[in-house]
């Protein structure tokens, strides 16, 4: 019974099954037991096995079974004084680190990133993405990351991986100088970069950044708002043909619904109007981002211009005011020799009598008709 006890009190199998797939360090727990000579460590693939002696770290040891014995434990023999071998229980932290790769962790902006684009000027981006990390140097990831911290997952560093992220991808594409148009293909390429300008970072922290993802880069919702409508306006084309196009389903509409063609006039009307006024607006002029238009025909009026209104004039005759007159009067007028060029006429726009040979409109009458005769010569004495 009492030897029941002394063996209640040794750890003879050490091992780790982890079921959780974001812890990278577990300290095997053991209460104040004393690890037993000769025991057996068992270390699964994708694990290494670290044992601390007051502080300091002592042994690795890779994936496979390790019987706990002198010669298998070199440096915790020197820190522990077994100069000549030691077959005693000993006490040690034995910590499992898992070296497989931890996936889909998370790294985005917080804040946009402000670029000056060639083609939109400056904006504003956001970007995020996947990354997936590994423990490359268990040694350094316990003294610089876990300490004593006796089981260590993924969400107590990725904040700061994350952080480490954002700010070389920011620097990156901030010297790339692509058009936001053009990053879109240039995804491996930006995450290329990263992963060769942050690797330094991680490698100080015992980790190995394996892969970086950028999922997508993508610009604020006005601004995105603003490139469908380019879009479509490139899908629509020539405005005339989408504006019969639009008018033929409206027509077709109508004709389903009760209120029929009555209904729906107005917004017939409505929408070839500001089709005509969108065409002509835009006919040969440049584009809204540069690019010259082709030129659009120019819309015909609706109803043609009002008909030009016959002359009507007053003429003075003896002294007296006549008229109105037509030009057909006043033909006759000037073959009964009534209207000369001399003849003072009036009409509506004029401020004052004039000399009916000032007004354009009556020098067609005048074209047949010879001026007056000069005065006669006086004789000679």
Same mark, same amino acid.
């Given at each position: ?27 095997? /727990?053991?209460?104040?037991?004393? &690890? ?6 068992? $270390? @699964?693939? *994708?694990?290494? #096995?670290? %044992? +601390? ?23 915790l023999s020197t820190l522990q004084g077994w100069k000549y071998g030691f077959e005693s229980p000993f006490k040690a932290e034995v ?23 060639? /083609?939109?000027?400056?904006?504003? &981006? ?6 997936? $990390? @590994?423990? *490359?140097?268990? #040694?350094? %990831? +316990? ?79 006005? $601004? ?158």
């Amino acid at each position: 019974m009492i030897w029941n006890v002394i063996r209640g009190e040794l750890i003879d199998i050490i091992e780790w099954l982890d079921p959780t797939n974001d812890t990278m360090v577990w300290r095997f /727990e053991r209460r104040n037991n004393e &690890i037993k000579y000769g025991a057996q460590l068992t $270390v @699964r693939e *994708g694990q290494v #096995a670290v %044992f +601390i002696n007051e502080g300091q770290l002592a042994d690795v040891f890779p994936p496979g079974r390790h019987r706990l014995e002198t010669q298998n434990l070199p440096v915790l023999s020197t820190l522990q004084g077994w100069k000549y071998g030691f077959e005693s229980p000993f006490k040690a932290e034995v910590y499992f680190i898992s070296t497989r790769r931890f996936t889909d962790l998370k790294w985005g902006t917080k804040n946009p990133i402000m670029l000056r684009d060639p /083609e939109f000027g400056p904006v504003r &981006i956001r970007a995020f993405g996947t990354y997936v $990390v @590994r423990c *490359g140097d268990p #040694a350094t %990831f +316990i003294r610089e990351i876990v300490g004593t911290d006796g089981e260590f997952t993924t969400s107590e560093i990725t904040n700061q991986l994350r952080n480490l992220v954002v700010s070389r991808f920011s620097a990156v594409v901030g010297r790339a100088r692509v058009p936001v148009l053009d990053m879109a293909g240039n995804y491996d390429q930006f995450a290329d970069f990263v992963t060769e300008k942050i690797a330094p970072e991680f490698a100080a922290y015992g980790l190995e950044l394996t892969k970086l993802l950028i999922e997508n880069i993508s610009l604020p919702p006005a $601004v995105e708002e603003a490139l469908d409508k380019r879009t479509q306006m490139g899908v629509i084309g020539d405005l005339g043909r989408y504006t019969q196009f639009q008018t033929a389903e409206a027509i077709q509409t109508a004709a389903g619904n009760p209120g029929g063609f009555a209904g729906a006039g107005v917004g017939i009307g409505m929408g070839v109007g500001m089709g005509q006024q969108i065409a002509h607006a835009m006919g040969g002029a440049a584009g809204p981002w540069g690019a010259a238009s082709a030129p659009a025909q120019s819309a015909q009026p609706a109803t043609p211009p009002p008909l030009p209104q016959p002359v009507q004039l007053f003429m003075a005759i003896n002294g007296q005011q006549a008229g109105p007159f037509g030009l057909t009067a006043l033909q006759g007028h000037v073959r009964a020799g009534r209207l000369t060029r001399d003849t003072l006429v009036w009409k509506a726009g004029l401020a004052n009598w004039t000399a009916a040979s000032t007004l354009p409109e009556l020098s067609g009458l005048f074209a047949a008709v010879p001026p007056p005769l000069p005065p006669p010569a006086s004789p000679a004495i």
